[in-house]
C-alpha cells in the first residue's frame, strides 16, 4: 500500500498482484479458444470484437465475434470465461445489460446489410477447462 492508503484493485480484494493475471490476456485467450472451437464447427468469422461507442449517458458495447453459419446465419457470440463455476460461472455473467448493450451494437451492425440475414446470439461461456457453447442464449427482444 502507498503512503497515502490508496490499494490496487488486487490489494483491494485481498491478493497479490502476482497472483492473479490481467484480465486482457485471459479474455483473449478465451476468445481464441472459442474462436477455434466455432471454427471447428464450420462457423466463417466475420468480425472481431466489434465496438460501438457510448455517450455521455449511453454506455458502449461490444460483440466478441460476429461469425457465419454455413446456411448464412449471423452469430453473435459473447465470450465469458471465469476460473470455476462459483458465483454461477460464466454463463451466469451474460447479464440482462450486457445482452441489451450486445443486441444495440448487433442492431447497428446490421445497418450495414441491405437484406437482414437470420441472426442469433450465442454465449460461448468456459468455465476452467470447461468450453460450453450455448447456442440462442438469449432473443433481441
Not at 437482414?116 to 477447462?129: E, K, Q
Request: net charge positive.
Amino acid at each position: 500500500m502507498d503512503t497515502k492508503g490508496w490499494r490496487t484493485p488486487d490489494e483491494r480484494r485481498g491478493a497479490p498482484a502476482a497472483r492473479r493475471p490481467a484480465t486482457k490476456p485471459v479474455g483473449d485467450a478465451a476468445e481464441q479458444r472459442a474462436l477455434a472451437h466455432l471454427q471447428r464447427q464450420g462457423l466463417e468469422l466475420l468480425e472481431r470484437n466489434y465496438r460501438l461507442a457510448g455517450g455521455p449517458r449511453v454506455r458502449g458495447a461490444e460483440i466478441d465475434l460476429i461469425l457465419r453459419e454455413p446456411d448464412g446465419t449471423l452469430v453473435f457470440v459473447e465470450v465469458r470465461a471465469r476460473h470455476d463455476r462459483r458465483a454461477g460461472g460464466a454463463a451466469a455473467s451474460v447479464t440482462a445489460a450486457k445482452q441489451r448493450r450486445i443486441v444495440r451494437a448487433a442492431q447497428h451492425y446490421l445497418m450495414r446489410w441491405p437484406r437482414l440475414p437470420p441472426c442469433r446470439f450465442d454465449v460461448v461461456a468456459i468455465d476452467g477447462d470447461h468450453l460450453q457453447w450455448l447456442r440462442a442464449a438469449f432473443d433481441a427482444a
